[in-house]
């Protein structure tokens, strides 16, 4: 009797432990879930510090939004004013938005291409698009790669500025060797001029 008095009493505590037992584990569960999520964070901010970041560091870059948000803080970094990162999906052609030195709204698409594989026609047709949709008068498309024929003929054509992989390395030497005019002046240098009006 004494046996089953001291079980019922033990499982009376147990049995009011229970509650307060998960909600400790749950309080836990939310610590360790935030502090991961923090420190994600905080790597994902440090891979992408422009003064740390290299042409290997793009190269191996998961995806282009990656790419984008380092050009994004780039931009800022250099002193480019208005910075506007858009959204991922349903950014009408355009990753960035910017003023640049003169004030001319500029939008800008990013490739996060390798260079065997070129950019092509369409990364032009899309940042032109976009003009009219952000008020820009200067369009730029920038990869980590290089581009097709066709495409430089018709950004020739529409005055789209074309920035290759030697332009981004360029770019990236001229922030961190504190020459942020220079990298400036490759941003924001004149369209190639076209070859010939097409025959039709």
């Known amino acids: 009797m004494m046996a089953s008095a001291s079980f019922s009493r033990i499982s009376g505590l147990e049995s009011e432990l229970w509650p307060w037992l998960l909600l400790g584990a749950a309080l836990l569960l939310v610590v360790v879930v935030w502090r991961l999520l923090a420190l994600r964070r ?69 490739k996060r291409y390798s260079p065997t594989n070129p950019v092509g026609l369409s990364a032009v047709q899309e940042v032109y698009g976009s003009m009219r949709v952000y008020g820009a008068q200067r369009a730029v498309v920038l990869t980590s790669g290089r581009y097709t024929a066709a495409c430089r003929k018709l950004a020739a054509y529409n005055g ?22 220079a990298a400036m002046e490759t941003i924001e240098r004149e369209p190639e001029d076209p070859p010939h009006p097409l025959q039709t």
């Open 42 to 110: 905080r790597r994902i901010r440090r891979q992408l510090d422009p003064r740390r970041i290299t042409i290997k560091d793009i190269d191996g870059m998961l995806d282009g939004s990656d790419f984008e948000r380092y050009l994004h803080r780039l931009f800022t970094e250099l002193g480019y004013e208005d910075v506007y990162k858009t959204s991922t999906s349903g950014d009408f052609g355009a990753d960035l938005v910017f003023a640049d030195r003169y004030g001319e709204r500029t939008v800008l698409q990013a």
């Open 160 to 181: 789209v500025v074309l920035l290759d992989r030697e332009d981004l390395e360029d770019i990236i030497a001229y922030f961190k060797g504190k020459q942020p005019e």
